[in-house]
């Protein structure tokens, strides 16, 4: 999956040559090392989970001496409370791109959804991370909800102002936009999820989810 951190890229033409190519600072050395053991570690907590992801784990997959985890993060729990913030921006991006594509209300929620099925295809890892969070890394799931619903949020309110929703009351739209998040994760879970491994969810549950939403929160075009 994606680094979530970025790593030192040469943007001149020119440096795609040897002989001009830029080394790396020490700034960008540490930022490629840093990134390389957060990579590590989303990789062996998708595999053996929070309980299995050691610091010897992360920083032997990471090719780091494991002294030098400790110059980039303060504990083994400090790295894992920071695994799903940092997905979920990633995921957070990968929506937006997709929503900005979408012409309509209703296309708009339509890309949401699908894009978090392709974010899971793509990110298979995310599964294990998410539902192991509450309990192994509190605080860092606790801030990708933050993150989730707060952006959920924004875009519905968007919409209402838009004079796109039925629903007006600020209150029961935030309920309903709650019951859409944990929807398509439930979703994920229940349908993208076979034999071990991550698939996208087909076509029918993207419809079915996109006729609630439209017969609970979005007006019909005609009225829009």
């Known amino acids: ?11 001149d033409e020119a440096a795609d040559s040897p002989a001009v190519r830029r080394k790396p600072n020490r700034a960008e050395k540490a930022e490629a090392t840093r990134a390389r053991l957060f990579d590590a570690a989303i990789n062996i907590v998708g595999e053996f989970g929070y309980a299995g992801t050691s610091v010897a784990r992360i920083t032997e997959r990471a090719k780091v001496a ?14 894992l409370d920071q695994l799903l913030p940092a997905i979920s921006n990633q995921l957070h991006a990968h929506i937006k791109k997709r929503v900005l594509e979408a012409t309509t209300p209703l296309g708009r929620e339509r890309a949401r959804i699908v894009a978090f099925f392709e974010f899971l295809e793509e990110s298979p890892h ?9 309990v192994q890394a509190p605080e860092g ?8 619903t707060l952006s959920y949020k924004r875009a519905m309110r ?5 004079g796109n929703l039925r629903i007006t009351d600020l209150d029961e739209l ?6 859409l998040i944990s929807s398509r994760e439930y979703l994920g879970a229940r349908f993208g999820f076979v034999d071990g491994h991550f698939t996208r969810a087909p076509d029918f549950v993207i419809d079915a989810y996109v006729k609630v939403a439209e017969r609970v929160l979005f007006k019909p075009a005609d009225e829009a």
């Open 1 to 11: 999956m994606p680094i979530p951190y970025a790593v030192y890229e040469t943007t």
């Open 66 to 79: 494991q002294g030098t985890f400790y110059n980039y993060f303060e504990s083994r729990q400090d790295l």
């Open 126 to 134: 995310l599964f294990k991370i998410l539902s192991e969070g509450p």
């Open 141 to 148: 799931f606790k801030r990708h909800l933050e993150q989730q």
């Open 158 to 162: 968007y919409e209402l102002k838009q």
């Open 174 to 179: 935030d309920v309903v936009t709650e019951i």
